[in-house]
């Protein structure tokens, strides 16, 4: 029984990925540019939502202010775009609008940013870990919306995408590809982490957090080193949403949208690589859908994730494979 449900679980992600791979073709040879801009926005988000789990599912660290790695990782890219464009230079730098310099910035920004704010949120615990993580997410978002030269709550405007090695990142096809590449690398990542001594302490910690630490396991030092690499992936992240729109702003900091990607791991399955993504697709399909019916779609939407919670604890990527597979 154990190895059906594997295999079930194989078949599934093969099957997802060939459809997020024909995804495009298909878009394009009905002529919907809108569905691939929709499946961007869907592996874009289930990059934050992968990241998200790292610290949530694995490491048992419920953080209500992962949104502040992904709004810098935007601004960052948005930023250097914008004093490109001014001619002004940004710390005696000029402005890149290089896809291969910008991303891995926002990645750095982000990372540094992860770093202090976990070192000092993980001297916590429970109620007052989640607290001082929208702490520190509230505070990126006014300082943000403080920041009248770069638009302040009215956002920031990219002139244009990014270039990737010179080539301008304009189609939506090609795009959606490089996301769908950098989503499939960050699975891969966190694939060998999960299935490493790191990852095992690092569930090993949410299960029984004493235990391990008397096993000789400095676990702040693992958890910290997790909330780094979740917050580096979520500034890659808001470095492409930032391209996608070519606009930026504080919003991508806000609670609310840490309260989005929390929903969307829940939705796919917390402690699984391919629950987020399913989790991603789902919240976003849903709101598209309803959103097209009516402006109060929260009102539809949120008995539909409570019907989901309900019969579905596992959430759909555990109730799909019997609460086993990737």
Known sequence: MSGALKTRGGVLVLLLGLVLVALPFVAQAYGSTYAITLATRVVIYAMVAVSLDLILGYGGMVSFGHAA?????????????????????????????????????AMLVSGLAALVFGALSLRTSGIYFIMITLAF??????IFVALKYYGGDDGLSMPRRNL??????????????????????????????????????????????????????????????AFVIAGMIAGLAGGLWANLGRFVSPDMMAWMKSGEFMLMVILGGVSS??????????????????????QHWQAIFGPIVILIALYAPRGLWGAATGGRGS
């Open 137 to 142: 997410a509230q505070m990126l978002f006014y």
């Open 273 to 294: 690589l391919a629950g987020p993504v399913v989790g991603a697709a789902a919240f976003l399909l849903i709101e598209s859908t309803i959103s097209g019916l009516t």
């Open 164 to 225: 990737l090695a010179g080539t301008r990142l304009t189609d939506p096809a090609s795009f959606y590809f490089l996301c769908l590449g950098l989503l499939g690398a960050v699975l891969g990542l966190m694939r060998a982490i999960v299935g490493s001594r790191f990852g095992m302490v690092l569930t090993g910690a949410k299960a029984n957090e004493r235990r391990m630490a008397a096993l000789g396991y400095p676990v702040t030092r693992y958890r910290l080193v």
């Open 69 to 105: 790695y992904f709004g810098l990782g935007g601004y960052v890219v948005a930023i250097l775009s914008f004093h490109l464009a001014e001619d002004v230079p940004i710390f005696g730098f000029a402005g890149t609008n290089e896809a291969l310099v910008s991303l891995p910035l």
